[in-house]
C-alpha cells in the first residue's frame, strides 16, 4: 500500500523473493482462517464499529458466521450504550448466542434491544436490570430461545408475562436464576426445562428492616415442572430465609424425582439442617436415579449411608468440601473398591482431613496420610483434570514414591490444583539442603514491642535461592503437569483477614511446622507453568526474599490473576522489591489481591504496577500498612483499564477522604465523560441525600431500585437530555485503620456515595473462590448494622446493606478460604 511515487518506485526495485516476502508478513497476507482466529480474541463491539471499517476484506470478515454467532459484552466494560444499540442494529439478525451478564450500566431501554435479535438461542442478562413487562415484552419476540438467564428481584411478578412470553419459556431447556427475592421466578413457566441453575441471594430482611418470609404460592399454576430436569444446581448465600425458599423448590422435586437426572448439587455455607422433604429426596434419589455429578451439604453426608447407596453412571464431579470423610469410606463407598473412574473430571476434597488417611479419626494433624489410599485414588481417576485438597494436613511420609507430589504427577492432565503448603515439603529434612532460617532483619515480638517495617530485604536473586531444585518433589509433580492453568497454594491453618462468610480473626493459627520447609525455591519453581493464568500463594513462612516471583513473572506470561496473602515472617514485608520486579513482566495481569500486615503501598509499588497494562481489579489489605496518596494518583491515572481498586490500610480516615476527593477531581476521571456525569449527579444528590439515584423513595421500591424510576428521563438512568450516560465503571475503596472505611460507590449516577462506615469488625470483604466470578455476590454476617440502608454497592446496583447483613461486592479475591465455602476448583459451568 504505497502512499506516494517514491514509495512505489523503491517496492518496483526490490526482488521479487523480497517484495513476496513484504507482502506475506502483512496481516491481510494470511489466509481467511488465520484471520478469523485472529479477530476472534478482538470485542465484538470493536469488531463491528472499528475493524470492520478499515478495509473491504476485513469489512466481509467481520460478518463472517463464526464471529457474528457469538457476542460477548460481559467483561466489555468500555461498552456503552449507544456502542450495544449499535452492535445490535447492525448484525442483531446473525446473533445466536448473547452474553451481557454484569452489564450495570445499561438501562432497561437498553436492555429491550436484545428483542432485535430474533435468531437467539441463547441469551445471558444476569445483573441486568430487567422489569417483568420489559422481559414479558423481549422475551415474546425471542421464539427460539432455549437457554436464558436473568435475575429475580423483588417487585418481579409472573402474572404480568404475556402468552407469547409464557410460549417461549415453555421451550427454554436451560435456566439460570439469581433469586433475590422469595420467588419461583420464571421456573413454573418453563415444562421443558433439563438444567436449573439456581443462585439464592436474599437478604433476611429489606432496606428498611423488615423482616422477610420465606413463604411462597403454592397454587398448581406456580410449582415449577421437573419432569424433564436432567441438572439441578443450587448455590445459597448465608441465611435463614434462602435455606426456607431452597426447601419449597426441593420439595417439589421430592414428589416426583425426575428420572432422566444426572447432576444434583446444592453448595450451602455453613450448615444446613435436613427436613422430611429432604430425606425422602435422598432417598428417592438412592433407589431411582444414577448421577454423574454429586454435591451435598456436609450435614446431610456426615455420619449417613447415603453414598453407599447412592448409584453413579459415569460420574465427572464430586464435591464432598468439609465432609467427614475418611479414607476408607473414599475407597469403598465412593471409588468402590478401586474400580475403574475414567470418567471423573473434578474431585473437590477441600477440609476432608481423614480423606486420605486410614478409618482411625483419632488421626492427628502431624501424622502422615495413608499413601496407598492416594494411590488408589490417582490410578482410578486418572484422567482428573480439577483436584482440591486444601484446607487439611497431609504430610508424606519417608519412602521413594510415597510423597504426595509423587503420585499426583502421574495425573498429566490437571488443569487446575489445590494444595496445602505442607503437603509440598520435603518427607523429611534433606541433607543436601539448608534449614529455612528466619529473616535477618526480623524482629522478636514481645508484649508492646513495635514491628520495624520498611526494611528492604531483596536486592536481586541470590544465589541458590531463585533456582527450583530439580531433585525437589514439587518441581517434579510441576514438570510433569505442564499444563496447569490454576494452582492454589494455601497454608492448612490459613485465615484471611476479610473472611466471606466468618468473622474475622484477628489472631490466625500458626502455621504447620512442615511449612516452614518451602521457601523461594518452591515458589520459583512454579515458573515452569508456561500456561498458568490463575495463581494463589498464601501463608508461606519460609519466604525470605520473594525472588521466586520474579521467575513466575519472567516465565509465566499468560498469569491474568494473582492472590498473595501472609508470605514470610508475619511481623516483616520482605518480597517488596521482589514483587516490583515481578509485576514489570506481568503484561496480562488482570486481577490482584494483597493481603499482607505491614506492607508499605509506596512509589515503588504503584509504579511498577503500573506497568500492568491489562490491570482490571485491585485489592490491597493490610492491617497497620501504609500507603502513598501521590501514588495512587499517578497510579489510576495511567491504569485507564482500572474498574475496581480497594485498599484497606492503616491510614487515617482523613487521608482516605482527601484521597477519595482527589480522585474525583483528577484527570483520571475527567478524561471519562460518564464519571463526569456522574458529578452532576452527585450534586444532585447532596441536596437530597435520602434518595439514592435511581431508586424509588417510598418504602416498598426494590432492593436494586425501581426499573421505571431508573429508566424515566432525566433522573437515575441519565442525567438529562443531550448528555451522556452517567453509569460508573470504577469503584473505589479506601480503608483507614482496618476499623473504618471510605467508600465511594457508583451506585445509580456515577461515583456518587462518600460513605463513611465503622465496624466494630474487620473482616467484611472476600472475594469468590476460583470457582467463583468476580462479580459473585455473597453475604456475610455481623455483629451489627454497620451500613446506612442507602448505601449501594460498587459493582452491582445493590444495597450493600440489610438489617444486620452485607452484601458483599468484589473485593478482589481469588483465594480460596481454606475451603470453607463448598466450593471446587473449577467452575461449574465448565462441566455441566
Known sequence: MASSGEDTSN????????????????LLGFSDEILLHILSHVPSTDLVLNVRRTCRKLAVLCLDKSLTHTVLLQKDYEASEDKVKQVVKEIGREIQQLNMAGCYWLSGATIEHVARCRG?????????????????????????????????????????????CKATLSRVRELKQTLYTPSYGVVPCCTSLEKLLLYFEILDRTREGAVLSGQLMVGQSNVPHYQNLRVFYARLAPGYINQEVVRLYLAVLSDRTPENLHAFLISVPGSFAESGATKNLLDSMARNVALDALQLPKSWLNGSSLLQHMKFNNPFYFSFSRCALSGGHLIQRVINGGRDLRSLASLNLSGCVHCLSPDSLLRKA????????????????????????????????????????????????????????????????????????????AVPRGFGKKVRIGVQSYSGPLPGQAAPQPSSVFWALLKNVPFLERLELIGSSFSSA??????????????????????????????????????????????????????????????????????????????????????????????????????????????????????????LVSRSGTLQPEAVLA???????????????????????????????????????????????????????????????????????????????????RVGEGSSPSRVHTSVCLSGGMESMLLVCPGFGGPSRVQAVRPRRCGLWEGPQLSGEWGARQVVRLPRPVLSPRTCCPCRRRPLFSGARWRRCWAGSALSATGKSGQSCVPLADLL
Not at 523480497?18 to 508478513?25: C, P, R, S
Not at 491504569?639 to 490500610?649: E, I, N, Q, R
Open 366 to 441: 502431624e501424622d502422615d496420610i495413608d499413601s496407598g489410599i492416594l494411590e488408589t485414588l490417582v490410578a482410578s481417576c486418572h484422567n482428573l483434570q480439577h483436584l482440591n485438597l486444601s484446607a487439611a494436613h497431609h504430610h508424606s511420609a519417608d519412602g521413594p514414591g510415597r510423597h504426595l507430589c509423587q503420585l499426583l504427577a502421574r495425573l498429566r492432565r490437571l488443569r487446575s490444583l489445590s494444595l496445602p503448603v505442607c503437603s509440598v515439603a520435603e518427607a523429611a529434612p534433606r541433607a543436601d539442603r539448608a534449614p529455612a532460617q528466619p529473616a535477618p532483619h
Open 11 to 26: 517496492e518496483g526495485d526490490a526482488p521479487p523473493a523480497a517484495a513476496t516476502m513484504a507482502v506475506g508478513a502483512h
Open 635 to 717: 497510579f489510576m491515572a495511567r491504569c485507564l483499564h482500572v474498574v475496581v481498586c480497594h485498599m484497606f490500610t492503616g491510614e487515617s480516615l482523613a487521608t482516605c477522604k482527601s484521597l477519595q476527593q482527589s480522585l474525583l477531581r483528577s484527570v483520571y476521571f475527567c478524561k471519562r465523560d460518564r464519571l463526569q456525569a456522574g458529578e452532576g449527579q452527585r450534586e444532585r444528590e447532596t441536596q437530597n441525600p435520602r434518595q439514592a439515584p435511581g431508586s424509588e423513595p417510598s418504602a416498598q421500591s426494590p432492593t436494586r431500585g425501581s426499573n421505571s424510576q431508573m429508566e424515566s428521563s432525566g433522573s437515575g438512568a
Open 120 to 164: 437467539l438461542v441463547k441469551v445471558n442478562l444476569s445483573g441486568c436490570h430487567l422489569t417483568s413487562v420489559r422481559l414479558s415484552k423481549m422475551l415474546s419476540a425471542l421464539q427460539h430461545l432455549r437457554s436464558l438467564a436473568i435475575d429475580v428481584s423483588p417487585g418481579f411478578d409472573a402474572g404480568q408475562l404475556s402468552g407469547e
Open 498 to 619: 476479610m473472611p466471606r462468610n466468618e468473622p474475622a480473626i484477628r489472631n490466625s493459627l500458626p502455621p504447620c511446622s512442615r511449612a516452614q520447609s518451602v521457601g523461594d525455591s518452591e515458589v520459583a519453581a512454579v515458573g515452569q507453568l508456561a500456561f498458568l493464568r490463575h495463581l494463589t500463594l498464601a501463608q508461606l513462612p519460609g519466604i525470605l526474599t520473594g525472588s521466586g516471583l520474579v521467575s513466575i513473572g519472567l516465565q509465566c506470561q499468560q498469569l491474568q490473576s494473582l492472590s498473595l496473602a501472609n508470605l514470610g515472617l508475619m511481623g516483616k514485608v520482605v518480597y517488596t522489591s521482589a514483587l516490583s520486579d515481578m509485576l514489570k513482566h506481568c503484561k496480562r495481569l488482570k486481577d490482584l489481591r494483597l493481603e499482607q500486615p505491614y506492607f508499605s503501598a509506596n512509589a515503588q509499588f504503584f509504579q511498577a504496577l503500573s506497568q500492568c497494562s491489562a490491570l482490571q481489579r485491585l485489592c
